[in-house]
């Protein structure tokens, strides 16, 4: 077997309870009891989660706007989280972050970032200050098919090259900027082509197998580690919900992510592996499905009986670390 | 939701229309008008290259819905997510012959972009030795109430009001944001024009021809002798409330909504402070340098003999917007907090 069966264990979990995460951020954002915009990452856990397994909380992401998995892949605490994203004081960020601006830099989670292009020069960063302390923890940003034409997005991937920054850029491409077709966007043929322009490896993977996302990654990361620089990595996948929830979604076609949900489903596609390697067995998955389903529950339950922030403590507080 | 509007002049057939619909009034009958005008942002149509429907968002608040169709994709120009290229190319094709409507979405947005805002844009004209005209205008959406979280929500209208070169538009109902908006786009000047996100449905009675309603004059929602509200924006609505309260007590204060905050009607304000002798700004952005100090600043210099009470402003506080709606809710100033502020003034 060439996976440790604690290591298919970890990855199942990790990948489910995302899975089961995102589904109730939406049950609970159309019962009314979220705020705000969230955007939800179902469909596409197989990428967040081969990037980050192998990574210590000393390694550094970089997340988007659509941040839930990329958390929850990195070791976030999810009854943290969603009392975030319902804006609870004990919330990973007090409840002043919300679904969008989510983090916890003990896990070495940068942050979900709101700005289209707003984390691949900071993960630069973070990559440039492992560099230079001699740490050899790397650094990896999540992107967008969208974010990949943003000129802060270009400038960082040329940087890590002229430094040989261990960073490796990672891009979730699930068709859709918003609402835009990605090939649209992009105005070459080939994303992949484009970032191999900068002078890293580049490759495009199906992001939907994870254990072609997780050996492509390993090399990536081994290769930042080892001070070889940065690589791009474009994964391909499937976005199981809109641009944010209640988006209407005109702009895809009918039947699409019914078609997808069966048939494009990095979830089925990882049991159906395990299982017909004889890897793990239904029954395994099956327990900690039911295991998930708890602690989401408990998770929720948690977070509606969660303390609000008081506007006289928790407003003016945070802004600067002293004044 | 309020139903009313600033000193409409336009008699004539009207109907009650929202800010969305009467931008998008305006937007759609100046491009039959003029056929250099053209529309372009992320989404601005939305479903480009897509397997559905064309036009999907018209807007992320749709905004600028059911243009594409009636204008083709050559006019209704859905971009990458790209908001540095989004505005060059905009302040590019102004200076050669159209006039772009460009969108940032979110205003939080001008940080990608503003470089092409405020080293581009608005100095081509002063350096150029006022030989290019930049007929520009930049739409987005600003301010809080929405639980967007700190990076959707910002008002930052006191940035671009520093720049010289840039004129600043803030309309606070239908009617003005109608004849605001085709100024803008007449205007041979680059235009910030902002549009709170919370005031998209707010409706009031908007004439069915085009009317533009010069930049620098300011409106009058309420007449007054005690003390001059000066507001902006979507606090325009909270001051009109509070004005309304204070009526009872029998305090009469003067609303003004100066509509454009560059250039300032501050002829307006002086005048009416020279009556009342008492003045509140309200504006919810933060309060260094913004446009609440900038007010309370002119009216000091300028008008300070008038003054019979200290100046009073009302702000959102010194931080970034807050996600949790406790803390947002607390971050914007309400109709309680001018209240405060204008019994404080009245020596209450």
Request: aromatic share 6%; glycine share 10%.
């Amino acid at each position: 077997m060439p996976y440790q069966k604690d290591f298919l264990l970890k990855a199942y979990r990790s990948m489910k309870t995302i899975r089961e995460f995102e589904e109730r951020c939406v049950k609970e954002f159309e019962g009314g009891n979220i705020p705000g915009f969230v955007h939800v990452s179902n469909g596409q856990e197989a990428i967040a989660v081969a990037a980050c397994i192998d990574l210590s909380d000393k390694d550094i992401i970089g997340s988007t706007h659509r941040g839930h998995g990329h958390c929850i892949a990195k070791g976030c605490d999810i009854g943290a989280m969603m009392k975030e994203i319902m804006g609870r004081v004990t919330g990973l960020c007090k409840g002043k972050g919300g679904s969008m601006h989510i983090a916890d830099i003990d896990k070495g989670m940068l942050g979900a970032n709101a700005i289209v292009g707003g984390g691949p020069p900071l993960v630069n960063g973070a990559a440039l200050a492992a560099k230079t302390l001699g740490t050899k923890n790397i650094a990896l940003s999540f992107n967008g098919d969208g974010s990949a034409n943003q000129g802060t997005v270009m400038e960082a991937m040329n940087m890590a090259v002229v430094l040989q920054l261990p960073h490796v850029f990672v891009y979730e491409n699930n068709g859709y900027a918003e609402g835009t077709a990605a090939n649209y966007g992009l105005g070459c043929d080939s994303l992949t082509d484009r970032n191999a322009g900068f002078g890293m490896p580049a490759e495009c993977i199906d992001g939907l197998d994870f254990f072609v996302t997780y050996e492509a990654l390993k090399v990536a990361t081994q290769r930042a580690r080892d001070g070889g620089g940065p690589s791009a990595i474009e994964a391909m996948c499937v976005r199981f919900d809109g641009h944010f929830i209640g988006d209407p979604q005109l702009y895809r076609g009918t039947n699409e992510i019914k078609d997808a949900r069966k048939t494009q489903d990095c979830l089925k596609i990882f049991r159906q592996r395990v299982v017909a390697e004889g890897w793990l067995t239904a029954a395994t998955m099956n327990a900690i499905d039911k295991e998930i389903m708890v602690e989401i529950e408990k998770a929720v339950a948690d977070a509606l009986t969660a303390p609000h922030p008081d506007p006289a403590t928790d407003l003016m507080s945070d802004v600067y670390c002293s004044y | 939701m309020t139903n009313y509007s600033n000193d409409p002049k336009i008699a004539g057939k009207s109907s009650l229309k929202t800010i969305r619909e009467a931008i998008n009034d305006a937007l759609r009958a100046e491009m039959r008008r003029d056929p250099t005008v053209i529309v372009l942002g992320e989404e601005v149509s939305g479903g480009a290259g897509c397997p559905g429907e064309d036009d999907a968002y018209g807007g992320v608040f749709g905004v600028t819905k059911g243009l594409m169709p009636e204008f083709g994709r050559e006019r209704v120009i859905d971009t990458p997510i790209s908001e540095a290229a989004i505005i060059g190319a905009a302040a590019g094709a102004a200076n050669n012959g159209l006039r772009p409507v460009a969108e940032l979405m979110f205003f939080d947005f001008i940080g990608v972009s503003f470089d092409q805002i405020f080293n581009q844009t608005a100095k081509f004209r002063y350096m150029f030795g006022g030989k290019s005209k930049t007929p520009l205008v930049i739409r987005a959406t600003v301010g809080g109430g929405w639980r967007a979280g700190a990076q959707h929500s910002s008002m930052l209208h006191s940035i671009v009001t520093h720049i010289a070169g840039l004129k600043v538009v803030m309309p606070s109902n239908a009617y003005d944001a109608k004849g605001l908006m085709v100024q803008a786009i007449r205007d041979d000047d680059p235009i910030i024009f902002l549009e709170h996100k919370t005031m998209y449905d707010n409706t009031c009675e908007v004439p069915d021809e085009q009317y533009a309603i010069p930049f620098g004059e300011a409106a009058f929602p309420r007449h007054g002798t005690d003390v001059t509200i000066v507001a902006i924006s979507n606090m325009v609505t909270r001051a009109i409330e509070a004005a309304d309260i204070l009526a009872k007590e029998g305090i009469s204060c003067e609303v003004i909504d100066p509509r454009t905050v560059s250039p300032l009607d501050d002829e307006a304000i002086l005048e009416s402070v020279e009556v009342t002798g008492r003045l509140v700004v309200v504006d919810e952005g933060n309060p260094r340098c913004g446009l609440a100090s900038d007010i309370a600043g002119i009216v000091a210099e300028k008008g300070f003999h008038s003054l019979i009470a200290p100046i009073r402003t009302v702000t959102a506080p010194h931080t970034p917007v807050p996600f949790a709606p406790e803390l947002e809710d607390a971050y914007i100033p309400s109709v309680e907090k001018i209240l405060a502020a204008v019994r404080e003034v009245i020596g209450g």
